[in-house]
């Protein structure tokens, strides 16, 4: 059996799913202030009576990481790079405690500039008088060659408790998002690791002895250890639970609208024949430009409890949530009240969600009725206009999906997936205020919970040669080997297809079915006068993101409902 958990921002869905289909499935209320006892809560309500021998796997997707970063709730950090002649560092500024030092490589990895040991000395003594533990250190051209970032990291080791380097962190070119993610990753590190280590020692005394897993924003999971070095993939972790809740359930040969309708937020991306649009570069997260591989989301600010109020005579929903919606005893009222008021909704207090909308009734010299109607209209358009905004956006650039770049593609969606607790009863509206087709994911309630539950283990491994220098290397995976003249790029992509496996493996996918497939291979001719005197190789690779084997059964159970 695998439990699947993901914490909203107005609940934590919890499911345990067995061959067959749904066993479980129980919601707790999410408290902001303590994520940690949330997951614990899940956790507690769906074991009780449950053997832990019977439990295969847990996946989690929490907004640990993101929250601490959105709010800004990060400890300090020092950030020290080396960028070279020819590009300001200060253009990539991350925080206060940034230093830009000597030292420069070139895009072939040749050393243009030394560091020099006493400049970082310095800088280190004046981290340590702020009582700074954790530093990121990033060269421009350090996944050509690390060798300065090793330098600087040799030094600092001994009087910090964690250096991230920056070749280790990504292996994509682009100087200032690696900064990014090296900085964002070295920040949410200490939370990222009291989380780890709270659950795992709470886990053991319940006799949960299990290999924990961490969904990623790119819609797959990594076991829990291999989380503690790169908490940053973390981030973002929920829009993809929604996505992967509704994959299975896309139609074949469409592009779909996939919309997350939670309490607090909305949450939405695009499927291309069921395979989810990824971001072409990065997570954007606050003013932070970054290389985590993420599925293409947007979150809005409105949901079924948001709050609502009138100001200057017009009706504003969102983006605020005070508490749950009037008719479960919140404060003010909301969208959820609304659909009480037009009796959509069977359980709670209608009497509540009148009484609530009343006051802003007279404000607007309206019924109670046509008020509740305008603040479904309002609501349903601020969410039709969000997906235009994220259609749009996805259509400026090349469209890549999980598998491939769909060249020249043009993403025009049909149909749309609704999930989330009060998917049903605003699928009516979106389909009646637009041209799409609507309709609600299987277990709606708890879908993004299945999702996490059942993703795949994924990762990339990037690989670059060059033969004049007789290097080959994928420094993200620790990984350097020399090569002669003949090496070419088919020695290459079974060179980075055996990383990808053993890296794979080692967080915690299934050998049987690993799906790995070649997403670029690119061989240039180094040519010197008239001669060519080398070749310059690049190859990614990566486990195809996806939902795990061995449980069509559950897919086609649910489907059925």
């Given at each position: 059996m695998i439990i699947g958990l993901d914490v909203g921002g107005t609940h934590t869905d919890v499911v345990l799913i067995n061959r067959v289909g749904l066993q479980k499935e129980i919601k707790v209320p999410t408290d902001p202030s303590d994520l940690f006892q949330s997951v614990l809560s899940g956790l507690d309500a769906i074991t009780e009576d449950i053997d832990p021998s019977d439990i295969n796997r847990i996946v989690l997707s929490t907004t640990l990481t993101t929250n601490a970063i959105v709010q800004n709730k990060i400890p300090p950090v020092g950030m020290i790079v080396s960028s070279g002649p020819g590009l300001d560092p200060e253009c990539y500024r991350t925080n206060p405690h940034y230093f830009a030092v000597s030292g420069s490589m070139d895009h072939r990895g040749r050393e243009i500039e030394p560091i020099y040991p006493d400049e970082i000395n310095e800088i280190a003594d004046s981290l340590k008088k702020e009582g700074i533990q954790h530093i990121g250190v990033v060269g421009k051209f350090s996944i050509r060659n690390p060798s300065h970032e090793l330098s600087i990291t040799a030094i600092l080791e001994k009087s910090f408790e964690k250096v991230f380097m920056g070749h280790r962190i990504s292996g994509n070119l682009n100087f200032g998002r690696r900064i990014a993610t090296t900085y964002l990753n070295a920040a949410v590190y200490p939370l990222h690791r009291e989380f780890y280590q709270a659950v795992q020692k709470s886990l053991a005394a319940r006799g949960l002895n299990l290999p924990l897993r961490l969904l990623k924003a790119d819609g797959g999971?990594?076991?829990?250890?291999?989380?503690?070095?790169?908490?940053?993939?973390?981030?973002?972790?929920?829009?993809?639970?929604?996505?992967?809740?509704?994959?299975?359930?896309?139609?074949?040969?469409?592009?779909?609208?996939?919309?997350?309708?939670?309490?607090?937020?909305?949450?939405?991306?695009?499927?291309?024949?069921?395979?989810?649009?990824?971001?072409?570069?990065?997570?954007?997260?606050?003013?932070?430009?970054?290389?985590?591989?993420?599925?293409?989301?947007?979150?809005?600010?409105?949901?079924?409890?948001?709050?609502?109020?009138?100001?200057?005579?017009?009706?504003?929903?969102?983006?605020?949530?005070?508490?749950?919606?009037?008719?479960?005893?919140?404060?003010?009222?909301?969208?959820?009240?609304?659909?009480?008021?037009?009796?959509?909704?069977?359980?709670?207090s209608r009497e509540k969600s009148i009484e609530g909308l009343t006051p802003l009734a007279k404000q607007q010299k309206s019924s109670v009725k046509s008020l509740a109607?305008?603040?479904?209209?309002?609501?349903?358009?601020?969410?039709?206009?969000?997906?235009?905004?994220?259609?749009?956006?996805?259509?400026?650039?090349?469209?890549?999906?999980?598998?491939?770049?769909?060249?020249?593609?043009?993403?025009?969606?049909?149909?749309?997936?609704?999930?989330?607790?009060?998917?049903?009863?605003?699928?009516?509206?979106?389909?009646?205020?637009?041209?799409?087709?609507?309709?609600?994911?299987?277990?709606?309630?708890?879908?993004?919970?299945?999702?996490?539950?059942?993703?795949?283990?994924?990762?990339?491994?990037?690989?670059?040669?060059?033969?004049?220098?007789?290097?080959?290397?994928?420094?993200?995976?620790?990984?350097?080997?020399?090569?002669?003249?003949?090496?070419?790029?088919?020695?290459?992509?079974?060179?980075?297809?055996?990383?990808?496996?053993?890296?794979?493996?080692?967080?915690?996918?299934?050998?049987?079915?690993?799906?790995?497939?070649?997403?670029?291979?690119?061989?240039?001719?180094?040519?010197?006068?008239?001669?060519?005197?080398?070749?310059?190789?690049?190859?990614?690779?990566?486990?195809?993101?996806?939902?795990i084997h061995g449980y069509d059964e559950v897919i086609r159970n649910l489907s059925g409902l």
């Open positions: 999971n990594m076991n829990f250890e291999s989380t503690i070095d790169y908490p940053v993939q973390t981030i973002l972790s929920g829009p993809a639970a929604s996505v992967m809740g509704a994959v299975a359930f896309g139609p074949e040969d469409e592009d779909t609208l996939v919309m997350d309708i939670g309490g607090t937020t909305t949450d939405m991306a695009v499927l291309i024949n069921r395979a989810p649009v990824l971001n072409p570069l990065g997570i954007q997260l606050a003013d932070y430009k970054t290389l985590i591989r993420s599925l293409e989301t947007l979150s809005l600010g409105l949901g079924g409890d948001s709050a609502i109020r009138v100001n200057g005579g017009k009706l504003v929903v969102g983006p605020e949530r005070l508490g749950p919606a009037m008719a479960y005893g919140g404060p003010v009222p909301t969208p959820t009240d609304a659909l009480f008021v037009l009796e959509y909704i069977p359980d709670g109607a305008e603040i479904l209209d309002v609501t349903c358009k601020k969410i039709l206009s969000a997906a235009r905004q994220l259609i749009y956006r996805i259509n400026r650039k090349p469209v890549y999906t999980v598998h491939e770049l769909q060249e020249g593609y043009v993403v025009k969606p049909t149909t749309i997936l609704v999930l989330g607790g009060p998917a049903p009863y605003f699928a009516r509206y979106l389909e009646k205020m637009s041209e799409y087709q609507v309709r609600v994911v299987p277990r709606w309630k708890v879908a993004n919970a299945i999702g996490a539950a059942l993703a795949r283990t994924t990762c990339e491994v990037n690989f670059f040669a060059d033969t004049e220098s007789g290097i080959a290397e994928a420094l993200e995976e620790n990984f350097s080997r020399r090569v002669d003249h003949s090496f070419d790029q088919e020695a290459a992509i079974q060179q980075a297809l055996d990383l990808l496996e053993a890296k794979a493996i080692d967080r915690g996918a299934n050998t049987d079915y690993l799906e790995m497939e070649v997403l670029e291979a690119l061989q240039f001719n180094m040519v010197r006068g008239f001669n060519t005197i080398g070749k310059n190789i690049r190859v990614k690779v990566q486990i195809k993101p996806g939902l």
